[in-house]
């Protein structure tokens, strides 16, 4: 809530938690004589120290610890968890396992893109101070994205054993494979989510954005087939085409001292931007034809620098999400054995996949018992750290005329384009504007 200052001179607004982000922190924008001076993102919560207590453990427990880093995301992190290991003992899981890991990325991508876009983002846009508050005006809208969420949870109930945090998925493969019935359940109601789906699309395509355009460089995964989920090399709109094994040669992470998350800079470049918008305007020819035209008819242009316009990507990679998963459990065959020996050896791997909010990226050296040296996990909101406070910045410098109330909330919306897992970074987040 607001809170008046004591004079004209000095003006200060601070809001103690925001809302409709995960996680906790803070956000302070100073204005000195009409003119922007500062923008500062602080992460205050302590750090989690996963990449430490990882250290000392059982390779094998790799993907059931990452998986707690996030309870909105538990695929994206068991998934380069798996990939790293298996790279570091030189396994390669047949298609069989790819395409059922598949499956469980997109029930992921389904209901993070769906909880996203309808209840946390479409209120900004609206007017709303919550997806409660919207659901008297808007009662389609939120009953159509919670029943597209749920359908989401229910492919990763189905194929990981639970929609949160899955406990299927292992170095290697899976536990069991699940029966075929399990799978082919799923068709009616993933069929009805992919319609659904491109309705939210269309709605929020009616949606007014704020002009804002921001002159990033794209960082994303590519796919030799498809559009980019669960592996891929690393490429960029500056002309990088990478093995996951090359990112900390072109990627770096800073300390800031306000802030218990690191921000992640591209040698040679500084910020950068991993999520939607660099995945649509690096990858959108993998899209299939029916989403690429919806998505076209809902104003997407080939390359999209406006971040509030991230909301239309997400929507239509929702709806890509649904119909891969319909491609995925039309093909699906029960396979034994569910996953193939890892045998440990004294090497490091790495493993990248597409977490709803970006490029996840994990690296492990391991001795040859198995027993895990060193961890690093670069999560995508840690690299759009940067990216965020120069949004806001550029949002701020466009927009000194409005009063804090209307100032604030554009702020928080320039920071909720980015669906940001602060748990994952490490935490968000409070918001304090000073006029002086």
């Known amino acids: 809530m607001s809170r008046p200052s004591a004079t004209r001179a000095r003006r200060t607004l601070a809001v103690d938690v925001l809302a409709r982000v995960e996680g906790e922190g803070g956000l302070e924008v100073k204005v000195r004589r009409g003119a922007l001076e500062s923008v500062r993102l602080n992460i ?4 989690r120290l996963f990449e430490a207590f990882l250290r000392g453990r059982d390779f094998r427990e790799a993907p ?36 059922l890991r598949r499956l ?34 808007h009662p389609e809208a939120v009953t159509r994205g919670l029943g597209i969420k749920k359908v989401g949870n229910a492919i990763m109930t189905a194929v990981g054993g639970r929609e949160i945090h899955p406990v299927n998925m292992r170095v290697g493969g899976f536990w069991r494979a699940p029966a075929a019935a399990a799978v082919k359940g799923l068709r009616d109601r993933v069929a009805w989510a992919l319609e659904e789906s491109l309705e939210l699309l269309r709605w929020v395509a009616t949606f007014t954005f704020p002009d804002v355009r921001r002159d990033w460089v794209f960082v994303a995964l590519r796919d030799p087939e498809r559009y980019p989920v669960e592996q891929g090399r690393i490429v960029t709109s500056a002309g990088h085409d990478l093995d996951p094994s090359e990112f900390e040669r072109h990627f770096g992470e800073e300390h800031v001292h306000r802030s218990n998350a690191l921000h992640g800079v591209m040698h040679g470049h500084g ?14 020819d993998r899209l299939t034809p029916a989403v690429l035209e919806a998505a ?32 995925l459990i039309d093909a699906y065959q029960p396979f034994d054995p569910p996953a193939v020996e890892v045998t440990p050896r004294d090497a490091t791997g790495w493993g990248v996949s597409e977490a709803p909010r970006g490029l996840l990226w994990h690296s492990y050296s391991m001795d040859g018992r198995g027993v895990i040296r060193k961890a690093r996990i670069v999560p995508p909101t840690a690299q759009n750290q940067k990216s965020i406070e120069s949004d806001v910045a550029a949002y701020v ?40």
């Open 44 to 47: 205050y919560e302590p750090p």
């Open 104 to 137: 469980l990325y997109c029930g992921e991508w389904i209901e993070s893109h769906a909880l996203h876009v309808v209840m946390l983002h479409a209120p900004d846009f609206l007017g709303y101070e919550s997806g409660i508050h919207m659901a008297k005006d």
């Open 64 to 99: 059931d610890f990452t998986a707690r880093i996030c309870g909105i995301c538990p695929v994206a992190y068991q998934t380069c968890a798996a990939q790293a290991m298996e790279r570091a003992c030189g396994v390669t899981v047949p298609p069989a396992v790819r395409d």
């Open 271 to 284: 910020p950068y931007h991993v999520g939607p918008l660099a995945r649509w305007a690096l990858n959108q």
């Open 296 to 327: 076209r008819a809902a104003g997407l242009a080939p390359v999209e620098r406006n971040p509030f316009r991230s909301i239309l990507v997400r929507a239509a990679e929702m709806a890509y999400a649904c119909e891969e998963a319909l491609r």
């Open 397 to 436: 410098e466009r927009h000194l005329s409005l009063e804090n109330d209307a100032l604030q909330w554009g702020c928080e919306q320039a920071v909720r384009n980015y669906d940001p897992c602060i748990s994952c970074a490490t935490h968000f987040m409070r918001l304090s504007i000073e006029r002086v």
